[in-house]
């Protein structure tokens, strides 16, 4: 199979970033890379244009950076409350996962924070304070202060017995037919 090296002009992710020199087949060069914008071929000409490439880069990268590094500092000062619903003996239903944390610090910051960034080894069913990492950058790493609180199940008893009717029975939900 021939290759030809190509410079990216922007982030692809199975290849690298811009102005990275990367091999690549000629055919995915010729009809995808290069007609699309996202690749020059090596030529004395976009070598020289290879500095102006990297200098966007490294602008690029240096926002990302600020970015995450201000975003760490608000979640290291952010503390959140989520409660989990347990049982007499305390024993906890369901769990909270990386969503439910990320859902709440949507609601809390006005930030969309993607799940996979939430670095829980497992999800939480303890009640209490947790740690949890949440990685914003390759070099950013910020502690989100979780607190788990118990739901009270009096509430739902409560709710229960409003919906009774009359003799003491709850009443059925009527039975969907699918067609």
Known sequence: ?????????EKIDSLGAEADVVKVRRGYARNFLVPSGKALEVTPATLRRLNQLKAKRA??????????????????????????ETGETGKAFGSITAQDIADKLQAELGVAIDRHRIDLDRP????????VPVKLHSEVTAR??????????????????????????????KAKHAK
């Open 1 to 9: 199979m021939s290759t030809i090296e190509v410079i990216l002009t």
């Open 59 to 84: 602008e690029r990268e240096a926002n990302e950076l600020n970015e995450a590094e201000e975003l760490g500092r608000r979640i290291n000062k952010t503390k959140i409350t989520l409660s989990l």
């Open 124 to 131: 939480l069913k303890e009640i209490g304070e947790h740690e």
């Open 144 to 173: 989100l202060s979780v607190t788990l609180e118990s739901a009270s199940g009096g509430e739902e008893a409560a709710e229960g017995e409003e919906e009774a009717a009359p003799g003491g029975f709850k009443a059925r939900p």
